[in-house]
């Protein structure tokens, strides 16, 4: 007897995704806790990063490096519980695939058992191909990231555009199709020339999902918190910010700290009162006084 059952709303899925390639634009953004999951599953969008930002943008770190495997997969469990519709992939930490495939499946496989994720992606191109294809034979889904690599920062020497020459964009490419042939269900390519983002994305069967690539990619990805406003220091060229709510939040708490400092915070209609004809008579009753503490023997 089969006890599979269907949602009211038919969720995303990797297959979905890959046959989306050169269709209509896939929509994704990257969001790291419940509250901003649940907005971006709610307004529609397509798939959800957990992404290995959070290190920066929630955490603190100077850069994704020291996000732990645990940390990954927290934050992802609560992404799921606020997500009924988008595909959730993990993204996997540096350090959770570099020793080993076996690594690499044990990482992946705790993403989908633990944090609820339907697919995990990686950085790497032709390098990290052994890791792609262990984990797509273990059955789950994998999402490849070339380009400007975060994990690999320390080797590139900061955050620099990748692919500006000719030997460079042709590693691009072989790497995309290695990728592929690996068995990998899309492609970010992230901070290279949009140029070399088009020929990528005409030459893998793999919808290519752009991040500072372009607008020639099957789909586009943005941090929430960078497009919503919401972060401190550098932002990227590539980021375009639809709202400033950072500044709408640092309002909202000079006015809540105005209104507790001049007593107007809170009104009697923010206030509990006793029911109606319930007087209260308080006299003092010594007997029920605490005695003073004192050192215990």
């Known amino acids: 007897m089969s006890h599979i059952t ?10 979905h995704i890959r046959s989306r390639k050169g269709g209509q634009p896939i929509v994704a953004v990257t969001a790291h806790d419940y509250p901003t999951a649940r907005l971006v599953d709610e307004a529609g969008l397509d798939l959800i990063l957990v992404g290995d930002s959070l290190a920066q943008t929630v955490l603190g ?6 996000v732990t495997l645990d940390e990954m997969i927290a934050h992802t469990r609560a992404v799921r519980r606020a997500v009924r ?44 191909v052994p890791a ?36 460079a964009a042709r590693e691009l490419i072989e790497d995309s199709v290695a990728l592929e042939r690996a068995g990998v269900f899309s492609i970010v390519l992230e901070g290279i020339p949009a ?30 918190n960078d497009l919503v406003g919401l972060t401190f220091g550098h932002t990227a060229k590539f980021v375009r910010q639809y709202l400033d709510l950072k500044q709408e939040i640092a309002g909202a708490l000079k006015k809540f700290s ?21 007087e209260l008579d308080l006299v003092e009753e010594h007997s029920l006084e605490m005695p003073p503490l004192g050192p215990v023997n």
Do not use: N, W
């Open 6 to 15: 269907e949602g009211s709303t038919p969720r995303v899925t990797a297959p």
């Open 61 to 66: 770190y100077e850069s994704t490096l020291p």
């Open 85 to 128: 519709r988008a595909l959730v992939v993990g993204d996997m930490p540096f350090g959770s695939y570099h020793e080993s495939s076996l690594q690499a499946v044990e990482s992946a496989i705790r993403f989908i058992k633990e944090g609820g994720a339907d697919a995990v992606k990686l950085e790497g191109g032709s390098l990290r």
């Open 132 to 167: 792609v294809r262990a984990i797509v034979e273990a059955e789950v889904p994998v999402m490849g990231h070339i380009g400007l690599t975060p994990q690999s920062v320390l080797r590139m020497g900061g955050y620099r555009v990748q692919g500006k020459t000719i030997d």
């Open 195 to 224: 140029e070399i983002s088009r020929i990528i994305t005409e030459r893998v069967s793999v919808p290519t999902i752009g991040i500072g690539a372009g607008l020639d990619c099957d789909g586009q990805i943005l941090v929430f």
């Open 258 to 278: 105005d209104d507790v400092s001049t007593r107007r915070f809170p009104a009697d209609a923010e206030s509990y009162h006793l029911p109606q004809g319930i």
